[in-house]
């Protein structure tokens, strides 16, 4: 099937941005430089109220057997919504073996401030910061929106038996990409975590690139 590109961008390393994504028109991530995860959320372009839950999602896609905690095929909005926003229906990594048992991604929190701190790098940049500079774009205060629970793409980190969370350098490779289909007109809020103190970005930032399509 042929596609249309409507747009095409790279965000650079340790920054955020806003796409929008109309009804029926792919969202894609490319890992263009290799590995590195990106902390992705999702509001409704009509109701800034209506966003992406990663846990819940994760909790729903368990009990249909089409994904978990580390892997997801439709993506739900918070309660009281609870509507598809989006599916996905390419993944290079999720798909087949590569993402290993878990699946390849993560849905859990983003960086922060105060995790940072923990991990001895006060003052570092944070996915936090980034989301902050991309809500700004759509005239909101972090705080005025948004589940701090994220889909991080190709963010290798799974729960331990102990119960405290365990990362690894992601299974992604450069060229590798996963599709979103929108289900309702959306604003993609993008964080391109500058995190380099972990496993998560293989400890050293890089950019992404984001296309919006449509089948021609
Ligand atoms: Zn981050």
Known sequence: MAENIIEDIVVPRCSGKTMKV???????VIAHEGKQVVDLTFLNASNYKEHFAAEHSAVLNSMQGIGGYYRLNKLYSKPPYENVMAKVISDSVGDGDRGGERGGHFMMCHCSKRLLDHLGMPGTRTC???????FKEIGLNQEDTYDETIFNVWMQSWIGEDGGMCSAPPLVEEGDSIDFLAEMDLIAVISVCPDETSPCNDFKAKALRFQVLEEG
């Open 128 to 134: 936090s910061d980034n989301f902050a500079d991309a």
């Open 22 to 28: 109309n009804k029926g028109q792919v969202f894609r």
